[in-house]
């Protein structure tokens, strides 16, 4: 296997599955609790779990659930190997994500009011995420092995929100 067999959404499961591992539908569930980190549609972690095992990275059991049985699964060997090897790689800079930069460009085509106004109804969602993220770091205290490492990546999401919130009194200043 190489290492352009694994994907970023690759690697985000072999780090969600971590120790104590998980199925598909509790990546699904952590990806929807943190939806300032989601990289992907769903149904990616649902499959790519799957596609993890078959190359011997994650191994799997069916274990009981609340309502039916469950498959689980667990970091191989392997599996750590591939983390070990990626963190060996330099960490890229982030492309800067989304709508917003996008929508900004369109004002000299369909006026500045609306792209103000459109831009600025950002502010309910960075509030909105401010609170799950008040939420995941209380959460954060039930795992103490990742509790400082979830710390961190929490904080690093409040600076793209506080950056996003110094970027909305820019436009709201500048598209007055």
Request: negative net charge.
């Given at each position: 296997?190489?290492?352009?067999?694994?994907?970023?959404?690759?690697?985000?499961?072999?780090?969600?599955?971590?120790?104590?591992?998980?199925?598909?539908?509790?990546?699904v569930q952590m990806?929807?609790?943190?939806?300032?980190?989601?990289?992907?549609?769903?149904?990616q972690?649902?499959?790519?779990?799957?596609?993890?095992e078959r190359?011997?990275?994650?191994?799997?059991s069916r274990?009981?659930?609340?309502?039916r049985?469950?498959?689980?699964?667990?970091?191989?060997d392997?599996?750590?190997?591939?983390?070990?090897?990626w963190?060996?790689?330099?960490?890229?800079?982030?492309?800067?994500?989304?709508?917003?930069?996008?929508?900004?460009?369109?004002?000299d085509?369909?006026?500045?009011?609306?792209?103000?106004?459109?831009?600025?109804?950002?502010?309910?969602?960075?509030a909105?995420?401010?609170?799950?993220l008040?939420?995941?770091?209380?959460?954060?205290?039930t795992?103490?092995?990742?509790?400082?490492?979830?710390?961190?990546?929490?904080?690093?999401?409040?600076?793209?929100?506080?950056?996003?919130?110094?970027?909305?009194?820019?436009?709201?200043?500048e598209?007055?």
């Amino acid at each position: 296997m190489s290492s352009g067999d694994l994907t970023f959404i690759s690697y985000s499961v072999l780090v969600l599955v971590g120790r104590g591992g998980a199925s598909a539908h509790d990546l699904v569930q952590m990806m929807r609790d943190g939806p300032i980190y989601h990289a992907a549609a769903p149904s990616q972690y649902y499959a790519e779990p799957k596609r993890l095992e078959r190359l011997g990275l994650l191994e799997s059991s069916r274990e009981p659930g609340r309502t039916r049985e469950r498959t689980v699964y667990r970091l191989t060997d392997a599996g750590v190997e591939a983390l070990r090897e990626w963190m060996a790689e330099p960490t890229p800079l982030p492309r800067v994500p989304g709508e917003p930069h996008v929508r900004a460009l369109a004002a000299d085509l369909v006026g500045e009011k609306p792209v103000r106004e459109s831009l600025l109804a950002m502010r309910a969602e960075i509030a909105e995420q401010r609170a799950r993220l008040d939420e995941a770091e209380e959460r954060a205290k039930t795992i103490p092995h990742r509790e400082k490492y979830l710390l961190l990546t929490h904080g690093l999401a409040r600076r793209f929100l506080a950056a996003y919130d110094d970027w909305l009194d820019e436009v709201e200043r500048e598209l007055a």
